[in-house]
């Protein structure tokens, strides 16, 4: 994240507040897309979440600037690919630019988005809402269609490098047990 908007007068000190943030674990996912007569879009992305599960409404925020975003933008749908820690070079692959397709298996889903193969889960969704925050913008979208591809660890990013969360899936742990 960036924190460009920070000034000193607002009495938080940029370093310390991006410090902090980077404590913060995000899921790591690869958000697809195939727009009318153009080729499937796909782009990594850690802000991930649930909005409210009980409408099945999911979101991520991608960057205003994003030459991926603006070509998902129009498709109106949307998949997100969850990660697991086996695919730490899919995540690589779709933070790069070039050809992020090449050589990867997908199937178009029910709306026609890439579902990624051998992923850990994916959600199609039809886009809700798209509204700008700061210089990302605010996507919310539907659930139409979800799936738990493999029974693997989730893929999170933490302090600058990839990480797993501790308990498995299937071992409840901690207070939310």
Do not use: K
């Not at 850690?46 to 099945?56: L, M, N």
């Not at 579902?115 to 886009?127: I, K, N, Q, S, Y």
């Not at 979208?141 to 990480?163: K, M, N, Q, W």
């Amino acid at each position: 994240g960036r924190c460009r908007g920070l000034r000193v007068s607002d009495g938080i000190d940029p370093r310390r507040f991006r410090a902090v943030l980077g404590r913060l674990p995000t899921a790591v996912a690869v958000v697809t897309g195939q727009p009318a007569g153009a080729d499937p879009v796909g782009m990594t992305i850690g802000s991930v979440f649930v909005a409210d599960p009980a409408d099945g409404t999911v979101g991520f925020l991608p960057g205003r600037s994003s030459g991926a975003w603006q070509a998902l933008q129009g498709a109106g749908s949307f998949c997100v690919n969850l990660l697991s820690t086996d695919d730490v070079d899919l995540s690589a692959r779709f933070a790069a630019p070039g050809d992020r397709f090449e050589g990867v298996g997908w199937t178009p889903g029910i709306t026609g988005a890439p579902r990624l193969d051998g992923v850990l889960a994916w959600m199609e969704c039809r886009t809700e809402s798209v509204r700008p925050v700061g210089d990302h913008d605010l996507v919310l979208g539907r659930i139409v269609h979800a799936e738990l591809v493999t029974d693997t660890v989730p893929l999170v990013f933490c302090s600058g490098a990839y990480g797993a969360v501790l308990a498995h899936a299937g071992e409840r742990r901690g207070p939310m047990a």
